[in-house]
T-cell receptor, first 114, second 115 residues
Framework: DGGITQSPKYLFRKEGQNVTLSCEQN?????MYWYRQDPGQGLRLIYY???????QKGDIAEGYSVSREKKESFPLTVTSAQKNPTAFYLC?????????????FGDGTRLSIL | AQSVAQPEDQVNVAEGNPLTVKCTYS??????LFWYVQYPNRGLQFLLK??????LVKGSYGFEAEFNKSQTSFHLKKPSALVSDSALYFC?????????????FGKGTKLSVIP
C-alpha cells in the first residue's frame, strides 16, 4: 500500500538535544510538508518542499531544520533552539505543491520533553 | 492575509440526526476549500474539496459540503450521523501567491455523536 510513514511514533528530547523525525513516502509525490499540532490551535506549517533539494519556511520555522535529498524522504530536525517542542508533528505529501490535489498525512510523531 | 474560522470548538449530535460543522474563510481570489477528519492519535484524512462548479460537494463516508461565496462559508454536513463519525474536523482553504502554496487550517471542531 502506498502511503506516508512517520517514525518514531513517540520521541523524548532532553534539554539541549537535537532530535530528528523521519518521514518517508512511496506515493511518488513531489511536494512534502511538516506541520505542528498543538491542542486547540489546529495545524501550523513548519516547512515545505515542492521538489528535491528545495524547501521553504512555513509560518513557524524557527528552531527547526529540514533537508530534501531524496524525493521520498523529508526529515525534520527539532533543534535545541526550539524552546517549546512538545507537540504532535505531522508530515504530509501531495502530487505537486501548486495543485488543488489533497495532501496525504502520516500518523504523526508525538514529541515530549524529558 | 488568509484566515479560516471554525466558530464551534465542539458539536454534539444524536446518532441518526443531521449534523453540520461550520467554516468561514477569508482569502483573496477564488480559494480551493478542503475538509479533513482526524481520529485520535492519527494523521488527517481527506474528506472532500471544492474547486469550482456545483456548490454542493459530495465526499467520503456520506459527507457533503456547501460552498456559499456570498457568505464565504463552506459548511460540512451529513444527513444522518453515526457514532463512528465522532472525530476532529478541520476546514482548510488552499491559497497560492508569490511562489507560496499552502493549506491554512482552522482550529478544528470536535464532533461527538451520542448513541
Amino acid at each position: 500500500d502506498g502511503g506516508i510513514t512517520q517514525s518514531p511514533k513517540y520521541l523524548f528530547r532532553k534539554e539541549g538535544q537535537n532530535v530528528t523525525l523521519s518521514c518517508e513516502q512511496n506515493l511518488n509525490h513531489d511536494a512534502m510538508y511538516w506541520y505542528r499540532q498543538d491542542p486547540g490551535q489546529g495545524l501550523r506549517l513548519i516547512y515545505y518542499s515542492q521538489i528535491v533539494n528545495d524547501f521553504q519556511k512555513g509560518d513557524i520555522a524557527e528552531g527547526y531544520s529540514v533537508s530534501r535529498e531524496k524525493k521520498e524522504s523529508f526529515p525534520l530536525t527539532v533543534t535545541s533552539a526550539q524552546k517549546n517542542p512538545t507537540a504532535f508533528y505531522l508530515c504530509a505529501s501531495s502530487i505537486t505543491g501548486s495543485s488543488n490535489q489533497p495532501q496525504h498525512f502520516g500518523d504523526g510523531t508525538r514529541l515530549s520533553i524529558l | 492575509a488568509q484566515s479560516v474560522a471554525q466558530p464551534e470548538d465542539q458539536v454534539n449530535v444524536a446518532e441518526g440526526n443531521p449534523l453540520t460543522v461550520k467554516c468561514t474563510y477569508s482569502v483573496s481570489g477564488n480559494p480551493y476549500l478542503f475538509w479533513y477528519v482526524q481520529y485520535p492519535n492519527r494523521g488527517l484524512q481527506f474528506l472532500l474539496k471544492y474547486i469550482t462548479g456545483d456548490n454542493l460537494v459530495k465526499g467520503s463516508y456520506g459527507f457533503e459540503a456547501e460552498f456559499n461565496k456570498s457568505q464565504t462559508s463552506f459548511h460540512l454536513k451529513k444527513p444522518s450521523a453515526l457514532v463512528s463519525d465522532s472525530a476532529l474536523y478541520f476546514c482548510a482553504p488552499f491559497t497560492s501567491g508569490a511562489g507560496s502554496y499552502q493549506l491554512t487550517f482552522g482550529k478544528g471542531t470536535k464532533l461527538s455523536v451520542i448513541p
